[in-house]
């Protein structure tokens, strides 16, 4: 009888020789396509500087259109800013817990919509409905690029890059200068929505298609929960450094906003009868200005040992620009102050390496997020109490531009007073102690 046929072995996986080489981690992406990456990130920002200075330019038909007063007006300028500065704070959560590319390509269609409402408007409540949508649907758009520069780049060039990233930015506020008065007197604030809903759309597209997170390196973090991300967003409250900061934020940005994108054009074309057009220009100098001043500020960033002297300083200095610009009334005293105010403007981004030398690592992320937060709510709130400010001062008989231009300058200087008296980390206060180059952040 034939012997049985032995029992058939499954086939086993080779085993790998102790000498064979460990598999090799993937390759860092280049400079070239982080660059890329960056710059489609930053036509959603280019596109977020265009929406939040539309008012400047559409002002003088959404009054006759809608019957707005100042202080109407000045709550339509700051329901963008209000909406994407409480956004902020899901914003940052979002992006720890989902990525980037995930967080802003489910966000920022938003914005498409709110710019298509608008377009659409009836009345200036569903206008206010739009803004609000755009404000959301723009909340990723900043901080994507900051926390991306953050990760990918080298510490050491973070001022530099971040400040180059507010100059592409700036190609938003470009838009909204000289072509968007062009296109509004010939077809009307509506065509502007539309031409920017129409934007936003292929900059959606463009972060599809472009921008896909390198991985980082070791092994990859635990995904929090939400209420986790939340409880470690609130402890950055209770740090005694964080007010400081927060206060001066609310204001050094909102002052060059208010101005920019919503006082430069009533202001020019009532105090000294310019037409739209050639309000516009000088709206579209102020930007091009915008587009190379912060970089140039991240060019010559101290350091942390001595850049919260600079950025208290330099507050300062545009406080005292914009007490000047209220109090002066000659067309090319005021236009030279406001270009003044455009080039010096750009410290703000010293403002962001400031936030990063004073948190840990583990704790960047969520406090740039915070700042960027305060930076907005500030730009919301200082819109909407210059437009009441405007119409207080008009029913007392005060040139309204001057109360506005006072009060701008007094919230500047009381921020930069707070920044300069209120504690410090204690990362900086070791950095300014020694001298010594602050180690920086992995």
Not at 192 to 197: D, I, Q, S
Request: charge should be positive; hydrophobic fraction near 55%.
């Amino acid at each position: 009888m034939p012997a049985a046929a032995p029992h058939a072995q499954p086939p086993t996986a080779p085993v790998p020789s102790p000498n064979a080489p460990p598999a090799s981690p993937p390759l860092p992406p280049s400079q070239a396509t982080l660059w890329a990456m960056l710059l489609a990130l930053l036509s959603a920002f280019a596109l977020s500087q265009a929406y939040r200075t539309v008012t400047a330019i559409m002002a003088t038909n959404l009054q006759s259109d809608f019957g707005l007063s100042a202080a109407s007006l000045g709550t339509f300028a700051g329901a963008f800013a209000l909406s994407f500065g409480v956004a902020q704070f899901f914003m940052g959560i979002g992006m720890d817990l989902y990525g980037l590319r995930r967080t802003v390509l489910s966000v920022f269609p938003l914005a498409v919509a709110g710019a298509t409402l608008s377009a659409a408007a009836p009345d200036y409540n569903w206008l206010m409905l739009g803004q609000m949508l755009i404000g959301v649907g723009c909340a990723p758009a900043f901080l994507a690029c900051t926390v991306f520069i953050s990760r990918h780049f080298p510490s050491s060039r973070f001022a530099f890059v971040s400040g180059i990233g507010m100059g592409v930015g700036g190609l938003g506020l470009l838009l909204t200068g000289t072509p968007l008065a062009w296109l509004v007197e010939r077809w009307g604030w509506r065509g502007g929505f539309v031409l920017l809903a129409a934007l936003s759309v292929l900059a959606w597209l463009l972060i599809w298609r472009r921008v896909h997170e390198p991985a980082m390196g070791g092994e990859p973090p635990e995904r929090e929960r939400w209420g986790a991300a939340v409880r470690r967003f609130g402890a950055l409250f209770l740090l005694p450094h964080t007010l400081g900061i927060m206060l001066l934020g609310m204001v050094a940005y909102a002052s060059f906003l208010a101005l920019r994108g919503l006082w430069i054009a009533p202001m020019l074309i009532d105090r000294y009868a310019f037409t739209l057009v050639q309000s516009g220009n000088i709206a579209l100098v102020m930007s091009l200005i915008s587009l190379f001043s912060p970089a140039m500020f991240g060019r010559l960033d101290p350091g942390p040992a001595r850049r919260r002297p600079w950025v208290v300083n330099f507050s300062l200095l545009v406080a005292a620009l914009y007490l000047a610009v209220g109090l002066a009334h000659h067309a090319a005293l005021n236009v030279a102050l406001v270009l003044s105010i455009a080039v010096l403007s750009g410290y703000s981004v010293l403002q962001y390496s400031d936030v990063r030398s004073s948190y840990p690592p583990d704790l960047t992320g969520r406090a740039l997020s915070v700042f960027t937060m305060a930076m907005f709510l500030g730009v919301g709130l200082m819109q909407w109490l210059t437009g009441h400010v405007a119409d207080w001062a008009q029913a007392l008989g005060i040139e309204p531009y001057r109360a506005v231009m006072i009060t701008i300058a007094t919230l500047l200087a009381l921020g930069s007073t707070a920044f300069r008296w209120l504690p410090k980390s204690q990362l900086l206060a070791q950095a300014e102690a020694t001298r010594q180059p602050l180690k920086p952040a992995s």
